[in-house]
């Protein structure tokens, strides 16, 4: 059974830093990309980060945190890490880590808006101004 338990959040101002992780198990995940998502009170869930399990393929940010956040993958210890800089009070959500097998036939950037196959239950990040 694949799990995904997000940790790390908690209440910080503008300008501060906060690193997510994100504990999985559960299979091996090889040829998967892991991702990091966000949900906002009343808006939609969306992309913020992904890259593949295994190297550096697939790794993308959303617009509105490429050069503040940086995901990584800890394989020894089967972690995912969102390191978040800059913080904003726009980057306030429960943040979502995921996971999607990585099919062949996706190109590009589709690991940023394809769905994903395994989530965790999230971790809220509140940025105050």
């Known amino acids: 059974q694949v799990q995904l338990v997000e940790s790390g959040g908690g209440l910080v101002q503008t300008g501060d830093s906060l690193r997510l992780a994100c504990a999985a198990s559960g299979r091996n995940f090889d040829y998967h990309v892991m991702g990091w998502f966000r949900q906002a009170p009343g808006k939609e869930r969306e992309f913020v980060a992904s890259?593949?399990?295994?190297?550096?393929?697939?790794?993308y940010y959303a617009d509105s945190v490429k050069g503040r956040f940086t995901i990584s993958i800890d394989k020894t210890k089967n972690t995912v890490t969102l390191q978040m800089n800059s913080l904003k009070p726009d980057d306030t959500a429960v943040y979502y880590c995921a996971a999607v097998r990585e099919m062949t036939y996706y190109t590009g950037d589709d690991f940023t808006r394809i769905p994903y196959d395994y989530w965790g239950r999230g971790t809220q990040v509140t940025v105050s101004s």
């Open positions: 890259r593949s399990w295994t190297g550096t393929r697939n790794t």
